[in-house]
């Protein structure tokens, strides 16, 4: 019984130390940003599960104003498409707050809206699909993009991608893998 309780009090305290917070801004044109999802992010997230408390900003460098009927128009860096995948990156974690970094990966770096949906959605469901297309091309996606702005400013972002792990900026002169498993003894 006394073991049973005192595992009971210690092991949340050990599981939650464990998982490693990593916060990272991205907008979905930009090259490294592309290569760090695909080749350092998502290999981790499959080979390590349940490390990461991951946590994606995607805007980027640009501005989001509204106009007299409250409608959002954001403008970002590398033009039109870039905000229109933006818009379906936010749409992605707003519909799967838990599991969206596969979806989150496919859109980054494509190179229009069209092929994003051909590309990423054609495994959901019908319904689901919708739902992404109709947020991704409506105020909805521009408005979660607005707030994915106001994080980016309000973070005094200025390059992307900008990582923190555990709230500790990460200058990535290293590997992701390595820096994580730091923070870590699941690794
Ligand atoms: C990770 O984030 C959670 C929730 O924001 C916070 O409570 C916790 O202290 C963070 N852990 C570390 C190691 O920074």
């Known amino acids: 019984m006394w073991v049973a309780l005192f595992l009971g009090i210690v092991l949340p305290y050990f599981a939650s130390a464990q998982q490693v917070n990593v916060t990272i801004f991205t907008e979905s044109q930009c090259p490294y940003c592309t290569k760090l999802l695909r080749e350092q992010i998502w290999p981790f997230y499959v080979t390590k599960p349940g490390i990461m408390n991951l946590q994606i900003v995607s805007f980027g460098k640009g501005d989001c104003t509204y106009d007299a009927n409250r409608n959002f128009h954001c403008s970002c860096m590398h033009g039109q498409t870039e905000c229109d995948l933006n818009r379906l990156q936010n749409c992605a974690m707003s519909y799967f707050p838990r599991r969206h970094l596969g979806l989150v990966t496919c859109i980054q ?53 900008t990582m923190y792990v555990n709230g500790v900026f990460f200058d990535r002169s290293y590997p992701v893998d390595q ?5 870590t003894d699941w690794c």
């Open 109 to 161: 770096g494509l190179k229009t809206l069209r092929e994003a949906f051909s590309r990423c959605l054609s495994r959901l469901s019908a319904r689901t699909q919708r739902k992404l297309i109709e947020c991704a091309t409506t105020q909805t996606g521009e408005l979660l993009s607005y707030y994915s702005m106001v994080n980016t400013h309000r973070a005094g972002v200025k390059l992307w991608p």
């Open 179 to 183: 820096k994580l498993c730091e923070n």
